[in-house]
DNA sequence: CCCGTCTACGTACACCGTACGTACGTCACC
DNA sequence: GGTGACGTACGTACGGTGTACGTAGACGGG
């Protein structure tokens, strides 16, 4: 009813990807969604493609960064990375969007800002903190992506089907493991993978011993 | 000139796929390409999702694992997670959908296989190693999608421009450490998490400091 | 009053995946 | 040698997509 502008575009975008999947995501729904013309959004939004930036800068500002600097860096390391996880909570069909496009926006880079200043506080230094960087939001996004679906969890296809799927002369080892594959719980599975990098990084370090938790 | 057949229509969508990015893949382009009418691929591939699977595990079944089992599992393990980064570099715009699609067929559920196998004979019983395989999965797809441009490197947008690119004063960190994020030698990335998850994984396992290899 | 600017909108174009009907070449069987 | 069944190739058509373009109305300043 109120005029039209990026924000209501981009909300609209974000609760139709949410209710119907990223696939089913159309100028035309949206603009149906918001009871306007396909053409006003061009009025707002330059192309589709922005307006997709404009959804992964909505859910990526939304999360809760609170960093307390004088927390130990393992524990604010631990935080940063369970608040992007969040995303794949409260956002999970944009998460695939939300990570696949590069943002330079603020909303974008305060994530590998913070991330940077635990590295450097914990005793990283210039090169060695990109790394440890990269490597971390590669594990997170391949987690997320796990997470949402979009990636593979070896689960035997169906949950039904008692256990067997696979042919057990051809894949032994994935018949054997059929009963923990069949299950994933996806906040235990990124915290253990969280828990090892953080000791891992512990022990780049020379730090062994102190992250301060222990691992289930 | 030959007959159409599947494995035709499948080899043509990765060519063009390589040439042209996955966005630019459509039936008809692929009809085209193979001078023939689009309808005519129906007769081979029930719809376009099975085309893409089809494409998923040509690709995949391109890795070469030589897996030797007297190794040390370390070494196994690097290995595997070597020729799964080679389609990154054979196929780098069809990684996308190598990762995406979760395949039922041998040559998705093999590197699964291979993995669970190296994770037993490395000591790790059941749900540790399958823990193990999910957190590798993740850090591989993870790494792979920042190789191929998916996920952002935080390279200061473009490689000209001097160094400076963010504000200084809301990003010191991004701004202090222009320098290194400029640069993503991607395999040099790979190899460092890498590394840090074999070690991570020796010390799960009580056997630190056996990895075999010293870390750059 | 008039004119420039901004917003909303309808139409149109090129492209997409694919359901459906049809024509034709090949082979089995009488 | 028919002749029918079948599989492959293909054209057409429908409902969808992103968006370029032209138009019409609201609004504010000269």
Redesign the interface.
């Known amino acids: 009813m109120s005029t039209l502008n990026r924000a209501r575009i981009v909300a609209a975008a974000v609760d139709l990807i949410e209710r119907e999947g990223a696939d089913a995501i159309s100028m035309r729904r949206i603009a149906a969604e918001l009871g306007v013309g396909v053409m006003s959004l061009y009025n707002h939004v330059p192309n589709k493609s922005a307006l997709l930036d404009g959804v992964a800068e909505a859910v990526l500002s939304e999360i809760e960064f609170t960093d307390d600097p004088s927390a130990h860096w393992t524990d604010r390391v631990r935080i940063q990375a369970r608040a992007f996880r969040q995303i794949a909570h409260h956002y999970p069909r944009s998460t695939m969007v939300v990570?696949?496009r590069?943002?330079?926006s603020?909303a974008?880079?305060?994530p590998?800002?913070r991330a940077?200043?635990t590295l450097?506080d914990a005793g990283f230094e210039?090169?060695e903190?990109?790394?440890m960087?990269?490597?971390f939001?590669?594990?997170?996004?391949?987690?997320l992506?796990?997470e949402v679906g979009?990636?593979?969890?070896?689960a035997p296809?169906r949950p039904d089907a008692p256990v067997a799927e696979?042919d057990p002369a051809?894949?032994?080892?994935?018949s054997?493991?059929a009963?923990?594959?069949g299950a994933?719980d996806h906040e235990a599975?990124f915290e253990?993978?969280l828990e090892?990098?953080v000791?891992?990084?512990a022990?780049?370090l020379g730090e062994r011993g102190l992250s301060g938790h222990e691992t289930a």
Chains 1, 2 share one sequence.
Do not use: D, H, K, N
């Open positions: 990570v696949s590069q943002l330079r603020p974008g880079m305060l590998a800002e940077l200043a450097r210039g090169g903190a990109v790394r960087l990269r490597m939001i590669a594990y997170i996004v391949g987690s992506l796990r979009v990636t593979p969890t070896f296809v696979a051809l894949f032994p080892e994935l054997a493991r009963q923990e594959l994933c599975e253990f993978g090892l990098l000791q891992a990084m022990v780049r």
